[in-house]
C-alpha cells in the first residue's frame, strides 16, 4: 500500500498535477512528504490520524504537527465529508500549526477527514472527533435507616435511630467516561473529629455511582459532606458538591410479641427525643396501620398503638416501621421485620392439610385397585 502511493505520487510529479491520495491504514504517526506527520489535541494527546480525539464541546485545539521542516508549505485542513470545517498552514519555517475546533462539532463522535496538501500532492486521512460536555455531575446524600431502605438527606437532616450507614451518590452528566481526582466524603462525628474516604476510579457517561463512606451508630455521626473534582475526558475538568446532617433520635420502641397472621400486636414507644415531629406513621408493608399517624405529645413523648396483622397475609418477607416524616424526608426510627411461612408440602410435594377421613378413604381405594390388579393377572394366567 505504501509503495502504491509512493508510486502515485512520482506519478503526479511527472505529470505537474495534483492529486487526492487515499491514505493508507494508519496509526498515531504517519510519514508523508518524507518526514513524519502527527494530528493530536495538546489537552490530552489524543491522536486524531486513526483514532479518537476528544475536544471541549466549546472550545479546544488541534494540532498538526510534521517531524522536520520542509522546503515548501503544508496546508492542514479538517474536513466533515465534502465540507471543510477549518485549516491551517505549516509554513517553510515551521513544522506545525493549530485550528481551534471550538463550536465546530454537535456533542458526541464525528467522523472527520484530515487533508495534508503541500507540493504536488494532497493525502486524506480518516480520523474521529468527539465533542465533549463539560457539565458537572450531580452529588447527593443518603443515609440508611432503621428499615435498610435509603433516604436521600441532601441538604437537609435525617431523624435516625440506631444503625445506619452514609453513602456519597454521583451521577455522570457529561457525555464521556469521568476520572475522580479530587472527590471524597467526610464523616464528621460527635461530637468532635471527622473520618475522610477518598472516592477514585472512573464513572461511564450517563452512570450513577454510589460510594459507602461510613456505617455505625446514627448517633455517633453528626453530618456528611460529598465533594471534589472529576477529570472530563476532553482533559478539563469540573466538580460539585452536596452534604447533609443527622438528628440521633433517642428513646424506646418495641413490640410486645413475634407478629403473625391473625395476631395483634402492640407498639410502644417511650422518650423519643428530639421531637423534632409531633407524630409518626405505623406501617405495615409500606402502609398505614389503623390508628396512624400516633401522636407523641410530651411530657411522656411516646405513643401505645395496637397493630392488627392481617390473617390472609401472604406467604413472605414483611415490616413493620415507625416513620418519621421531616423537612419532607420519611426515614423509619425503628423497624420490626418478621415472615410468613408458606403452607407446608409433603415428600411427594402434595398439600398435606387433607381431612383425616378423605386421607383414609384414598387408602382404601388405592388398596381396592391394587387387589383388584393382582386378581386380574391371576386369573389370566
Known amino acids: 500500500m505504501r509503495r502504491f502511493v509512493s508510486l ?8 505537474g498535477a495534483t492529486v487526492v491520495v487515499a491514505a493508507p491504514a494508519q496509526a498515531a504517526t504517519e510519514s508523508l512528504y518524507g518526514t513524519t506527520i502527527r494530528v493530536f489535541t ?4 489524543d491522536d486524531v490520524l486513526g483514532s479518537t480525539a476528544y475536544v471541549p464541546l466549546s472550545g479546544g485545539t488541534i494540532v498538526a504537527l510534521l517531524g ?3 522546503a515548501f508549505d503544508v496546508t492542514v485542513s479538517l474536513r466533515q465529508g465534502a465540507t471543510e470545517l477549518t ?3 505549516i509554513t517553510s519555517a515551521s513544522t506545525s500549526c493549530s485550528m481551534s475546533s471550538g463550536g465546530l462539532f454537535a456533542a458526541g463522535s464525528t467522523p472527520v477527514t484530515v487533508r495534508f496538501t503541500g507540493g504536488p500532492s494532497t493525502v486524506d486521512y480518516a480520523g474521529t472527533v468527539f465533542a465533549v460536555t463539560n457539565t458537572a455531575p450531580s452529588i447527593s446524600v443518603e443515609w ?3 428499615a435498610g431502605a435509603w433516604v436521600d438527606g441532601s441538604s437537609t437532616s435525617v431523624p435516625l435511630r440506631g444503625a445506619t450507614a452514609v453513602r456519597c451518590v ?3 452528566n457529561s457525555n464521556a467516561t469521568v476520572t475522580f481526582d479530587s472527590m471524597q466524603g467526610e464523616l464528621y462525628f460527635t461530637p468532635s ?3 475522610v474516604t477518598p472516592i477514585t476510579g472512573t464513572l461511564a457517561a450517563g452512570a450513577t455511582g454510589r460510594y459507602t463512606i461510613w456505617s455505625g451508630q446514627a448517633s455517633s455521626a453528626s453530618s456528611i459532606s460529598c465533594s471534589g473534582g472529576v477529570a472530563l475526558r476532553d482533559g478539563t475538568g469540573t466538580g460539585n458538591g452536596n452534604g447533609g446532617g443527622v438528628i440521633p433520635i433517642t428513646g424506646t420502641i418495641e413490640v410486645n410479641r413475634t407478629p403473625a397472621p391473625g395476631t395483634t400486636v402492640t407498639i410502644t414507644a417511650n422518650a423519643i427525643q428530639p421531637a423534632v415531629v409531633s407524630e409518626y406513621a405505623v406501617l405495615l408493608d409500606g402502609v398505614p396501620v389503623a390508628g396512624s399517624p400516633a401522636a407523641a405529645p410530651g411530657p411522656g413523648f411516646g405513643f401505645v398503638l395496637d397493630v392488627v396483622i392481617p390473617s390472609n397475609l401472604a406467604p413472605g418477607n414483611h415490616v413493620i416501621t415507625v416513620v418519621s416524616s421531616f423537612n419532607g424526608v420519611d426515614s423509619a426510627i425503628a423497624a420490626f421485620p418478621f415472615t410468613v411461612a408458606g403452607p407446608q408440602l409433603a415428600a411427594t410435594g402434595v398439600a398435606t392439610d387433607v381431612a383425616p377421613a378423605l386421607g383414609g378413604a384414598l387408602l382404601l381405594l388405592a388398596a381396592g385397585a391394587l387387589l383388584v390388579g393382582l386378581r386380574r393377572r391371576v386369573t389370566t394366567r
Not at 8 to 15: G, T
Not at 42 to 45: A, D, N
Request: charged share 5%; proline share 7%.
Open 68 to 70: 522536520s521542516p520542509l
Open 170 to 172: 454521583i451521577t455522570n
Open 42 to 45: 495538546p489537552l490530552t494527546s
Open 87 to 89: 485549516n491551517c498552514t
Open 193 to 195: 473529629g471527622s473520618t
Open 144 to 146: 440508611q435507616d432503621a
Open 8 to 15: 502515485a505520487l512520482a506519478a503526479a510529479v511527472s505529470l
